[in-house]
Nanobody
Framework: QVQLVESGGGLVQAGGSMRLSCAAS????????MGWFRQAPGKEREFVAAISRSAITTYYSESVKGRFTISRDNAKNTVYLQMDSVKPEDTAAYYC???????????????????WGQGTQVTVSS
């Protein structure tokens, strides 16, 4: 079993930066591919970014590519999402997720992930 806890959300002005963290406990973080998703009010949850177990491979949605960076520190069992040049349309609840233990590569679909955090709210003011 893996428990995921997100932190770092809050209010930020458009054009600013924010870093989200996702701390994993229960099992060694490095054994799981990780991802970030988000859900805006009235919309379905959507993929944001993913990272492989070794951090060699990352993948981003087109809407955040070039602005967001996903990274991980396996020694700290933590995954990060650095958000730069944020826009009002980035406003959403952000969720981190862990995929199957030992799975290679990056995962882009929600159904591929086994574990989810409770989410952290990010609000971007214009």
């Amino acid at each position: 079993q893996v428990q995921l806890v997100e932190s770092g959300g809050g209010l930020v002005q458009a054009g600013g930066s924010m870093r989200l963290s996702c701390a994993a406990s229960g099992r060694t973080n490095s054994r799981f591919p990780m991802g970030w998703f988000r859900q805006a009010p009235g919309k379905e949850r959507e993929f944001v970014a993913a990272i492989s177990r070794s951090a060699i491979t990352t993948y981003y949605s087109e809407s955040v590519k070039g602005r967001f960076t996903i990274s991980r520190d396996n020694a700290k069992n933590t995954v990060y999402l650095q958000m730069d040049s944020v826009k009002p349309e980035d406003t959403a609840a952000y969720y981190c997720a862990a995929g199957p233990e030992g799975r290679a590569g990056v995962l882009r679909q929600q159904y591929e992930y086994n574990y989810w955090g409770q989410g952290t709210q990010v609000t971007v003011s214009s």
